[in-house]
């Protein structure tokens, strides 16, 4: 019982640092984000969205492809 609590909080944890990184966001904070209040903060990560800088970066990169 006690391990697959674990796995699901190390499921979570992976999780939250997977779309973290992907939306521009601290990526460990919100792995033990993930691992301490898990799937809330999961939602949370989602309904945020992506930063400002990522949303900017972004759109650097489609510009330069679109040039080349």
Same mark, same amino acid.
């Given at each position: 019982?006690? /391990? &697959?609590? *674990?796995? &699901?909080? /190390? *499921? ?7 779309? %973290? +990184?992907?939306?521009?966001?601290? %990526?460990?904070?919100?792995?033990? &984000?993930? %691992?301490?209040?898990? *799937?809330?903060? +999961?939602? /949370? *990560?989602?309904?945020?969205? $992506? +930063?400002?800088?990522?949303? /900017?970066?972004? $759109? ?9």
């Amino acid at each position: 019982m006690e /391990l &697959g609590f *674990l796995i &699901g909080m /190390l *499921l979570v944890a992976w999780l939250n640092h997977y779309l %973290a +990184t992907q939306r521009g966001h601290n %990526a460990i904070g919100w792995a033990f &984000g993930g %691992a301490l209040f898990g *799937l809330l903060s +999961t939602a /949370l *990560l989602l309904i945020i969205g $992506s +930063t400002d800088e990522k949303r /900017l970066a972004d $759109s650097v990169e489609a510009i330069k492809a679109a040039k080349e």
